[in-house]
């Protein structure tokens, strides 16, 4: 779905210039032979949105940004990581990015509530609050992968390792296992190393 990847949300000053590239539902259906279930499911793996009618997903250093203001906000507000409250947190951060945005990034990195007690014990006196719980493995991937692509160069293990554990919300372990497919630690050198080498960006030979 190339073409989704190259209509991803870059932000609202982005949209007049994007606006050529984007797709509904029956354009999808109209050049892809598939279900419209079928579609769904290979949309909600890419991460897409449906935005204003059309499918859109986060470009990725917009996305970045934008979850990095989330895990900022949980710290600033002493939230937990295990029960997020989406419309507050979209309310609170709609004037630094779209709702759908903070939405999306929620639901990406983290699932929502669903279980009969939970829901009993985590909506608000209002009734309309939905609660998320990030999900460990997808929060460390994000930060490990933000520190080492923020580097240049290689960084020693160690002090990475604590740099990554220090960054993650409390009760949150970091593991390398975290960045497979996203690193390459070289134990041989004298400190250990560690560099940001994406697995999609090596040569197919």
Known sequence: MMFIIRSAYRGEENEVADQGHKCTTEDLLGIIQASQQELRGGLDELGAIEYNGYWRVIEHDYKTSAMSRILTLLEE?????????????????????????????????????????????????????????????????????YILSSTAGKFNLS???????????????????????????????????????????????
């Open 77 to 145: 507000k002493a939230w937990s990581w295990e029960r997020v409250p989406l419309i507050a947190t979209c309310r609170t951060l709609e004037e630094l990015q779209p709702c759908f945005v903070t939405e999306l990034c929620l639901r990406l990195y983290g699932n929502q509530v669903e279980s009969e007690q939970a829901m009993e014990e985590t909506v608000d006196s209002e009734g309309d609050e939905v609660y998320m719980k990030l999900v460990e493995d997808k929060v460390c991937r994000f930060y490990g992968e």
């Open 159 to 205: 002090e990475f390792m604590e740099v990554w554990q220090d960054s993650l919300p409390e009760g949150m372990t970091a593991a390398l296992v975290h960045l497979r497919g996203l690193a390459l630690v070289n134990r041989t050198s004298v400190p250990h190393l560690i560099t940001y080498l994406p697995a999609n960006d090596l040569p197919n030979n």
